[in-house]
């Protein structure tokens, strides 16, 4: 499974945005991650094309999730990013060649379909079962308690 990078950001940035108290700027999120403002926004757009951030206009204005972290999964945001589409896409190579099966003796997918099946399902399962706020809880309990109440004070200040 291949996932694309701004998935990653799109992680990071949710994560940011749930200890938020106001409105982040795009341009502050883009900073604070060290990454291009562009890129970033076109992501942010999708995150909020799939309903998990709300920007607002103005001069204080930015993006807050739209519910509780504890709402969101990494599951809803992998979506978002990168769309619903399954990994494994079954062509029905058994149906091709010299020797190709019959499509009346296909009825069920192949053991190779439904391994894969089974896989990306076992996948979309462990990622719906991790929401925003776990990973924010992670980041808490790995670098620090007060990490993420300092990310929001440099993101409204620009003070460490």
């Avoid at 982040?24 to 942010?44: C, Q």
């Avoid at 979506?79 to 079954?90: H, K, L, M, Q, S």
């Avoid at 925003?132 to 308690?145: E, M, Y």
Wanted: hydrophobic share 40%; proline share 6%.
């Amino acid at each position: 499974m291949k996932l694309s990078g701004g998935v990653e950001w799109a992680l990071h940035c949710c994560v940011v945005l749930s200890a938020a108290t106001e409105p982040t700027p795009a341009t502050k999120l883009a900073e604070f991650h060290d990454v291009s403002p562009s890129y970033l926004a076109k992501h942010l757009q999708s995150l909020s094309g799939a309903g998990l951030i709300h920007s607002t206009q103005g001069k204080s204005g930015g993006y807050l999730l739209t519910r509780p972290a504890a709402e969101i999964t990494v599951l809803q945001i992998v979506e978002a990013i990168d769309g619903t589409t399954p990994a494994f896409r079954c062509t029905e190579v058994r149906q091709r060649g010299p020797l190709a099966a019959a499509p009346e003796n296909c009825t069920v997918p192949c053991g190779i379909a439904r391994v894969m099946a089974d896989a990306d399902r076992a996948w979309r399962e462990s990622l719906n079962a991790v929401t925003v706020a776990d990973l924010a809880d992670d980041v808490n309990s790995t670098v620090g308690p007060t990490t993420l109440t300092r990310v929001d004070r440099w993101l409204r200040t620009g003070a460490p």
